[in-house]
Structures are given as structure tokens and as C-alpha cells.
């Protein structure tokens, strides 16, 4: 029986990949270990199975035996023990959800519902390295793999609207602090029949500007405000979110040697959780826009078109809506004046879903079919 090793399970990833292993009755067919870089000896996670207490993750003999690993533990663990193992030789499976690895030679960026071809691949010829892809990259990716599998894009610009929950749990409960520091100077005012909106807005200005706002995490203030800057500057002028939306699009598409140019401008929103997108497509050329639309719809099950009108819009098109969801909805679809092989359209997807966890759940059972 093969042994798999699960290490960064208890964070915010790693919790969404335990609910979706249970749903999916996945804990089977193998012997799960529980690894912790904090709690060595402690109890590890309800799986309905007998398991061990939870091991030491930075003990490479306890590591080297295991035919595949899987990590959310995130880039530092990745940084430190992945190379100690493979210099020792280590001849399992890595899978990943942290970025250290995606764009390494021997490497696949996973996302099986638009790139099982490139996976299928790379198992056949020994890859044994698997990483989930940057998450509005994914989410783009699902929701229009019809576009690309039928080589339709010649460019695209996705402008994002990326939730905190894509900074990780402290940034999240960081927002909610915001909201409620907002919440409770403006309160009396909000409560005021008498008072107008323009006091309440300058008593929230003020607030956001206060030095005693709590910004540990953002640096700045996200509620009732937004973030036009995400992870680090690079030497093109775009951010390195912004950057992986090309090298990123074309390794999991396969497209290396041909790449479609991908570029936008990445924005932190005060949404909790559900990046959204809005893209610009040029087609390669002018095509009747129900084809696109059967196009984008039959690209994957989890593919949504929401009719593009308020109703519609409103009810299905937003983070509130697709929180929790592993449908991918798509919507505002629509030809622009620019000209007829222009296309616009907007998505919402779940980041810690599709945009996280999925990609790492499904590329494991792939894995074990593979070896069986």
C-alpha cells in the first residue's frame, strides 16, 4: 500500500483540501501520515481512519520513505526540505500547492479539467514534481479553457479583483478588524436619521487614515478602500501577479514555444473570499458570438454562463454568490466596439477551491491511478 505523506494540513489551504478529501471519500486505497512542523507527537486529523500521531515534517528519514508527499505548508518548507530530498535521492512524488516550484523544468503546473494532456505527459516521461498554478491564473483558466483549448485567443488582459482570503487567514481576519473599526466610529452616525452621507464618509476617511488602523497585514487600508499593487515589482513594471499570468498560462496550457501574450493589472479588493476577473480577449478571428458562447460553456463541467443581464448578473456573478461553489461562472459576455474578434467578459471563481485545493486533491488521485 502506498504511503502518503500530508504536511501544512491545518492551514487554510490544507483545511479546505481535508473537507474536499472527506467529501470525495478519497482517504482510501492508502496509508495516510500526518506531519506538523509545530506539534511532533500531537493527534492528527479526523479521516474516519486509525492514523499515527502526527511526525516530525523536517525529518527527512521519516520523510523518504513515502511514495508521494503532499504539501500547503508553503514556499519556505518547499524551499527547505524539497531539494534535501531530492539530493538524497528521493524518487517519489511531490505535490504542491506553493508556488517555489511551478515554473522548474521538471515540473507541472496541474489543472486537470484544462490540461490532463500536459499531466498525462509528464507522468509518462517521470515528472515527478506537481504544483497548483497561481490562483486567478486557474480560475481564468477554467472558466475559459474553451477559448484556449481551441487556440482562439491570440492575446488577452485580465484586470482581477482578488479577494483577502489570497493573502492567507491573517489578512482575511485583518479585513474583518478593518470592517469592524469602520463599523464602530461610525455607528452613532449610521444610527442618525439626521445625519448625511457626506459626514459618515468624512468620519470613515478619517478612520482609514488613523494611525491606529489596523494595517499589520495590508500595509494599507483594504476596507471600504482597495489595493492596486500585489506581491513584488518587476523589471517589465508589472507586479509578479501580474507577471504569472503569461509564463504561468502558457506552461499549464502547453504553450511554451508559442505563447499567447496574457497581461492586466491585479487589484486586492475588500471581498473575504472569490477572486474576480474581467477580461479583454482578441480572438484570432471574427466568430458568431453563440459559438463563443458554446465554446466557453462546453470547455469543462464546472463552466457557468450566466446570461448577461442584471437579474442574472447580480445573483450569480459575485464572491457572495460563488463562495464555497466549484462552479466557475462566467458572464458579461459580449462583442466590444473595438471590433467584431473583440470579446469582454467577466468571472468569479472560488480561490480556494479551483484556485487552491482542487487542482492538488485531483492531481493526487490521478497519481495513484497512474501507479496502480
Known sequence: MFKIGFVGWRGMVGSVLMERMLDENDFQGFEPIFFTTSNVGGKGPDIGLDIPS???????????????????????????????????????????????????????IVLDPVNKPVIDGGLVSGIKTYVGGNCTVTLMLMGLSGLFAGHHVEWLNSMTYQSASGGGAKHMKELVSQMAAIGRVSQELISDPASTAIEVDALVTEELRNSSHPVEQFGVPLAASLIPWIDRAMESGQTREEWKGQVETNKIMGTEEKPVPVDGVCVRVGAMRCHSQAFTIKLNKDMP???????????????????????????????????????????????????PEYLTAFSCGDQLLWGAAEPIRRILRIILEHLS
Open 289 to 339: 458570438l453563440d459559438e463563443i458562447t458554446d465554446i466557453i460553456g462546453e470547455g469543462n463541467p464546472w463552466v457557468k454562463l450566466v446570461p448577461n443581464d442584471k437579474e442574472s448578473t447580480l445573483k450569480q456573478l459575485t464572491p457572495a454568490a460563488v463562495n464555497g461553489h466549484l462552479t466557475v461562472p462566467v458572464g458579461r459576455l459580449r462583442k466590444m466596439l473595438q471590433g
Open 54 to 108: 502526527l511526525q516530525d515534517a523536517y525529518d527527512l528519514k521519516l520523510l523518504e520513505p513515502l511514495d508521494i508527499i503532499v504539501t500547503c505548508q508553503g514556499s519556505d518548507y518547499t524551499k527547505e526540505v524539497y531539494p534535501q530530498l531530492r539530493r538524497n535521492k528521493w524518487r517519489g512524488y511531490w505535490i504542491d500547492s506553493a508556488s517555489t516550484l511551478r515554473l522548474e523544468k521538471n515540473s507541472v
